[in-house]
C-alpha cells in the first residue's frame, strides 16, 4: 500500500503539482481544482484529521493482502507528516498537533506490517532549496548554484536521520527525486542510510546504488526487467534540460495539445514514463527487482471528483501482470482530510482481498516464467508447481499452451479438482469446465518436473 497524504488533501487538490506546473497537473492526474500558491501553502492551518486511525489503515491494508506499506513523509511541497527538525511547516503545528508518522510506525510495528518512507529531495517550501520569493512555478526545479544549497541538504540529512532512528524498524526509504539526481550528492545519503539502517531498501529516484527500479503507473509489458549495469538516466543534468524543454514547449499552441495528449497516457498507463530494459527470460543474476506505483483512480491525492476509479477486476489482473514479471504492486490510496480512505477505495481494497484470500498462494513468492503474454493471461511459478492465471477463460473448454518448457505431472483447477489434460512435446491442452471459477482472474495449478524440455 502506498498512501499519498497531506495538507493538500483538504482541498482536495494533487499533491505539489497544481503550485508547480498547474496545467500539466490537472491534464495528467484529472484534478481540476484550482488552487493559489498562496492557498495551497496555508492549507495546514486547516489540516485537522480527527479521524485518523493508524490500526485500522494496517488493518485495511493486511485484509487486501498487503505485506508492506510506504508512506509519504513530505511531498514535494515540503509539508512535513512527521515532526521534522528545522521547520515548523509539519503536522505537529497543525490543529492536529500530532505525528502522523509516529502513529503509523507504531501501528505497523503492533501488526507485524513492514512500513517504508516515502520523502521527496526537491522542497518548495525551504529557501535553501529555492528563493522562495519567486513563484514556485520559475523556480520548482531547484537552485543548487546558490550558497544556500549546502544548508538544504544539511536540512534533509537531519530529516532522513529523524525518520531512520525515531521510528523503529525502516523498511524502504522511497525517495522521489525528479530529475538530475546527482545534485543532491547520492552517495552522502546512500552511505548515512546504509550506516544507520542497513536492511533498509532504497529505490532508484535518488541516484546509483540502488536496490530497485520504480516504473510509475505502467507495468513493462514487453519482456522481464533486467539491470542495466548503468546510473539511471535521471541522475545526470541532462534529465533536468529535458524537463526545461518540455515546460518551454508546453507555452506554444499546438505543440501543448500534443504533449497534453502524452501526458494524460502517462497518467492513465498507457504511456511509460521511464523506459525499461527488458529480456524475454532473463536468468536469476541479470534480473532487476523492480516494483510499479499505480492509483487506484487518477490522482494519487484526495480527489472528491474523482471519476475514473479503476474497476476490481483490472486491479486484480494489474497485480497477476506484475507479480507474473517478477515485480511488487504497490497501490495508491489517498486518504480524505479527516484521515480515512474514500468510499471506493475501500471497495476496490477489499475485492483485492476476496481475491487474494482464495489465491494467495499463486502470488505470494511466486517467480516469473518463461511463459509471457498468453493469449488468455500470465503465469506465475513456485517450486514445482505452475499456476496459470486465466483471464479470458477458454470457451471452447480447452486451454492451450504452446512453447510449454516444462513435463507436466498433473494439472487442477486451484479448488483442487483434477483436469484432464495432454501433452504432445511441447504443446500442453487442459481441459477446462464450461464456467470460469472467478469472475476476475482464475487460477488453474499444473504440477511440472523441474526441468525444462529441452
Same mark, same amino acid.
Given at each position: 500500500?502506498?498512501?499519498?497524504?497531506?495538507?493538500?488533501?483538504?482541498?482536495?487538490?494533487?499533491?505539489?503539482?497544481?503550485?508547480?506546473?498547474?496545467?500539466?497537473?490537472?491534464?495528467?492526474?484529472?484534478?481540476?481544482?484550482?488552487?493559489?500558491?498562496?492557498?495551497?501553502?496555508?492549507?495546514?492551518?486547516?489540516?485537522?484529521?480527527?479521524?485518523?486511525?493508524?490500526?485500522? /489503515?494496517?488493518?485495511?491494508?493486511?485484509?487486501?493482502?498487503?505485506?508492506?506499506?510506504?508512506?509519504?513523509?513530505?511531498?514535494?511541497?515540503?509539508?512535513?507528516?512527521?515532526?521534522?527538525? &528545522?521547520?515548523?511547516?509539519?503536522?505537529?503545528?497543525?490543529?492536529?498537533?500530532?505525528?502522523?508518522?509516529?502513529?503509523?510506525?507504531?501501528?505497523?510495528? @503492533?501488526?507485524?506490517?513492514?512500513?517504508?518512507?516515502?520523502?521527496?529531495?526537491?522542497?518548495?517550501?525551504?529557501?535553501?532549496?529555492?528563493?522562495?520569493?519567486?513563484?514556485?512555478?520559475?523556480?520548482?526545479?531547484?537552485?543548487?548554484?546558490?550558497?544556500?544549497?549546502?544548508?538544504?541538504?544539511?536540512?534533509?540529512?537531519?530529516?532522513?536521520?529523524?525518520?531512520?532512528? &525515531?521510528?523503529?524498524?525502516?523498511?524502504?526509504?522511497?525517495?522521489?527525486?525528479?530529475?538530475?539526481?546527482?545534485?543532491?550528492?547520492?552517495?552522502?545519503?546512500?552511505?548515512?542510510?546504509?550506516?544507520?539502517?542497513?536492511?533498509?531498501?532504497?529505490?532508484? @529516484?535518488?541516484?546509483?546504488?540502488?536496490?530497485?527500479?520504480?516504473?510509475?503507473?505502467?507495468?513493462?509489458?514487453?519482456?522481464?526487467?533486467?539491470?542495466?549495469?548503468?546510473?539511471?538516466?535521471?541522475?545526470?543534468? $541532462?534529465?533536468?534540460?529535458?524537463?526545461?524543454?518540455?515546460?518551454?514547449?508546453?507555452?506554444?499552441?499546438?505543440?501543448?495539445?500534443?504533449?497534453?495528449?502524452?501526458?494524460?497516457?502517462?497518467?492513465?498507463?498507457?504511456?511509460?514514463?521511464?523506459?525499461?530494459?527488458?529480456?524475454?527470460?532473463?536468468?536469476?543474476?541479470?534480473?532487476?527487482?523492480?516494483?510499479?506505483?499505480?492509483?487506484?483512480? @487518477? $490522482? /494519487?491525492?484526495?480527489?472528491?471528483?474523482?471519476?475514473?476509479?479503476?474497476?476490481?477486476?483490472?486491479?486484480?489482473?494489474?497485480?497477476?501482470?506484475?507479480?507474473?514479471? &517478477?515485480?511488487?504492486?504497490?497501490?495508491?490510496?489517498?486518504?480524505?482530510?479527516?484521515?480515512?480512505?474514500?468510499?471506493?477505495?475501500?471497495?476496490?481494497?477489499?475485492?483485492?482481498?476476496?481475491?487474494?484470500?482464495?489465491?494467495?498462494?499463486?502470488?505470494?513468492?511466486?517467480?516469473?516464467?518463461?511463459?509471457?503474454?498468453?493469449?488468455?493471461?500470465?503465469?506465475? @511459478?513456485?517450486?514445482?508447481?505452475?499456476?496459470?492465471?486465466?483471464?479470458?477463460?477458454?470457451?471452447?473448454?480447452?486451454?492451450?499452451?504452446?512453447?510449454?518448457?516444462?513435463?507436466?505431472?498433473?494439472?487442477?483447477?486451484?479448488?483442487?479438482?483434477?483436469?484432464?489434460?495432454?501433452?504432445?512435446?511441447?504443446?500442453?491442452?487442459?481441459?477446462?469446465?464450461?464456467?470460469?471459477?472467478?469472475?476476475?482472474?482464475?487460477?488453474?495449478?499444473?504440477?511440472?518436473?523441474?526441468?525444462?524440455?529441452?
Amino acid at each position: 500500500m502506498f498512501i499519498h497524504w497531506g495538507a493538500y488533501s483538504v482541498n482536495g487538490v494533487e499533491a505539489s503539482w497544481p503550485m508547480m506546473t498547474p496545467g500539466l497537473s490537472e491534464v495528467t492526474f484529472g484534478v481540476k481544482v484550482k488552487i493559489t500558491e498562496a492557498e495551497y501553502t496555508s492549507l495546514p492551518a486547516r489540516f485537522n484529521p480527527v479521524d485518523f486511525d493508524a490500526d485500522s /489503515w494496517v488493518r485495511m491494508a493486511q485484509a487486501a493482502g498487503m505485506r508492506y506499506m510506504v508512506f509519504t513523509t513530505k511531498h514535494h511541497d515540503g509539508f512535513c507528516m512527521f515532526d521534522a527538525p &528545522g521547520t515548523d511547516y509539519k503536522i505537529t503545528n497543525t490543529p492536529y498537533g500530532k505525528d502522523i508518522c509516529l502513529q503509523l510506525a507504531q501501528a505497523c510495528a @503492533r501488526a507485524g506490517m513492514p512500513l517504508g518512507f516515502y520523502y521527496s529531495p526537491p522542497d518548495m517550501h525551504h529557501p535553501g532549496y529555492r528563493d522562495t520569493r519567486k513563484p514556485v512555478a520559475q523556480n520548482w526545479l531547484g537552485e543548487p548554484q546558490r550558497k544556500e544549497w549546502g544548508g538544504y541538504l544539511d536540512y534533509m540529512e537531519s530529516h532522513l536521520r529523524k525518520l531512520l532512528t &525515531g521510528y523503529g524498524k525502516v523498511s524502504v526509504l522511497w525517495f522521489d527525486g525528479l530529475v538530475y539526481h546527482a545534485k543532491y550528492d547520492p552517495p552522502r545519503f546512500h552511505k548515512l542510510i546504509h550506516d544507520l539502517s542497513p536492511e533498509t531498501l532504497i529505490n532508484d @529516484r535518488l541516484g546509483d546504488d540502488y536496490d530497485f527500479i520504480t516504473p510509475e503507473q505502467s507495468i513493462p509489458r514487453a519482456g522481464i526487467p533486467i539491470r542495466t549495469g548503468k546510473p539511471p538516466a535521471s541522475n545526470e543534468k $541532462s534529465s533536468e534540460d529535458f524537463f526545461r524543454l518540455i515546460l518551454f514547449l508546453d507555452k506554444i499552441p499546438g505543440i501543448r495539445q500534443v504533449m497534453h495528449r502524452q501526458m494524460k497516457k502517462y497518467g492513465d498507463g498507457q504511456a511509460e514514463l521511464t523506459q525499461v530494459l527488458r529480456h524475454p527470460y532473463p536468468p536469476p543474476e541479470q534480473f532487476q527487482p523492480w516494483e510499479t506505483c499505480m492509483t487506484l483512480g @487518477r $490522482s /494519487w491525492a484526495y480527489n472528491p471528483q474523482e471519476t475514473d476509479w479503476k474497476a476490481p477486476r483490472r486491479l486484480v489482473r494489474n497485480l497477476v501482470e506484475v507479480v507474473s514479471r &517478477g515485480g511488487n504492486y504497490l497501490l495508491n490510496v489517498g486518504p480524505t482530510a479527516r484521515g480515512v480512505f474514500p468510499p471506493e477505495a475501500v471497495e476496490r481494497l477489499q475485492a483485492i482481498g476476496q481475491w487474494m484470500n482464495t489465491y494467495s498462494e499463486a502470488i505470494y513468492g511466486s517467480a516469473y516464467t518463461p511463459l509471457q503474454n498468453l493469449p488468455w493471461g500470465q503465469a506465475t @511459478r513456485k517450486g514445482d508447481r505452475l499456476y496459470l492465471h486465466v483471464f479470458e477463460w477458454p470457451a471452447n473448454g480447452k486451454l492451450e499452451l504452446e512453447s510449454f518448457p516444462y513435463r507436466a505431472r498433473k494439472a487442477a483447477l486451484f479448488a483442487g479438482e483434477t483436469l484432464p489434460f495432454v501433452q504432445r512435446e511441447q504443446h500442453l491442452e487442459i481441459s477446462v469446465p464450461p464456467q470460469a471459477p472467478d469472475a476476475n482472474v482464475s487460477v488453474l495449478v499444473v504440477e511440472i518436473d523441474e526441468e525444462i524440455v529441452p
